[in-house]
C-alpha cells in the first residue's frame, strides 16, 4: 500500500499537491476512479477516490478515515547545523521513522554552516513519514542560538544534553519514568562550556551516550532511539 501526503484534507474533500501528483500519475498511473490512500500527518489515514486530475491539482474523496495510533509520548531531539546537509538530512530520516513529535536544528559557536534548507528537510520528512506509516509528520523547528533553543523546549519536563566530556551519566539511566523528552547533541567538536553552562541551567541534565566519540549525526540518532524504545 502506498501511501500520499496531503495537508489540505477537509471533510470529505482534498488535493495532493504537484510532487505527489507526479508520482500518483506518471509513476503508479492511478487514473480518475482509482481508490488511494492519504496520510494529513496529524494521525489520519484516508481511504480516497481520485475525482479529477489537472496539470496542478488532483482532487479526491474520502471514503474512510482510519486514525492511526499516536507513536508514543511528546519526544524531541535537537541537533546543531552540520557541515553537511546530507547528514542533517538523514538524521531527519531517522528520527521521523522512530516517531520523534518535534525535530529542531539549531546554529551554535562551533556550527559549520548557518542556515538549512528547510523546504528539504520537510520533504524528507514527508517521504519518511509515508515509509514508515506511523501517520504522524513531527514539527521542525530551526533556531538561531542555545537560547532560542532552550527557550523553545520548555515544555519538556525531561532534558537531557549530550556532551563529550568524560565521566558523565549514561543517558539511560535517566529514562526510567514516562515523560515529555527531549535531548539536544551539538555539532563536531562538541558544545563550548559557555554552551554547556546555558543548557544545565536551563534545566538539561548532561549525558554520555556511550564510550565512544560519535558523529552529530549518529549521535543523534541513538539519542532520538533511547528516548523512544527505553
Known sequence: MFVFYSEDVENDRGTLSVDEIHHCIHVLRHKVGDTIFVADGKGKLCTCVILSIQKSVLHFEV??????PLPGSQTGI???????????????????????SNIYLFDCQRAERSKVNEAKLYKVAISAMKQSRHGYLPEIVVCNGIDSLISI??????KFAAVCTKDQVPLTSFLTQPGKRIAVVGPEGDFTDHEIKLLLSAGFHAVSLGPTILRSETAGMVAAGLLKLL
Open 63 to 68: 471514503k474512510k478515515i482510519d486514525n492511526l
Open 78 to 100: 535537537a541537533m546543531a547545523f552540520n557541515k553537511s546537509m546530507e547528514r542533517m538530512e538523514w538524521l531527519v530520516e531517522k528520527a521521523v521513522e522512530l516517531g520523534v
Open 153 to 158: 523546549t520548555g515544555q519538556y519536563d525531561q
